[in-house]
């Protein structure tokens, strides 16, 4: 049975750092691809950043480019963000998200291509 739980969300100031990371568990994840979503209150839910778990293609929405970094090890089945220059608009539940998925962006950044999904962790951002 795969399993993702995530962990390292809080509370961070503006222009600070969290790194959020993804252990994933259950079967190997070689052909997947993963990701990160997240949901503000009354929001619906955004695409973040994507990886291909075996060969580390990365692929980021526009709003976190240049601030947040999507990684992997594959050693610990260990999916990380790395968040940096963080804003209040920041602030959501984040969750990661793992399928075998054909690397394209409509693919990658919509939902329901992903199979398996985290319960998230919180990420508050104040100003």
């Known amino acids: 049975q795969v399993q993702l739980v995530e962990s390292g969300g809080g509370l961070a100031q503006a222009g600070g750092s969290l790194r959020l990371s993804c252990v994933a568990s259950?079967?190997?994840?070689?052909?997947?691809?993963m990701g990160w979503f997240c949901q503000a209150p009354g929001k619906d839910g955004e695409f973040v950043a994507a990886?291909?778990?075996?060969?580390?293609?990365?692929y980021y929405a526009d709003s976190v480019k240049g601030r947040f970094t999507i990684s992997r090890d594959n050693a610990k089945n260990t999916m990380y963000l790395q968040m940096s220059s963080l804003k209040p608009e920041d602030t959501a539940v984040y969750s990661c998200?793992?399928?075998?998925?054909?690397?394209?962006?409509?693919?990658?950044?919509?939902?329901?291509?992903?199979?398996?999904w985290g319960q998230g962790t919180q990420v508050t951002v104040s100003s």
């Open positions: 990886i291909r778990w075996s060969m580390g293609n990365t």
């Open positions: 259950g079967r190997t994840f070689s052909e997947y691809a």
């Open positions: 998200a793992a399928g075998i998925i054909p690397w394209t962006v409509l693919n990658l950044t919509t939902r329901r291509s992903y199979d398996y």
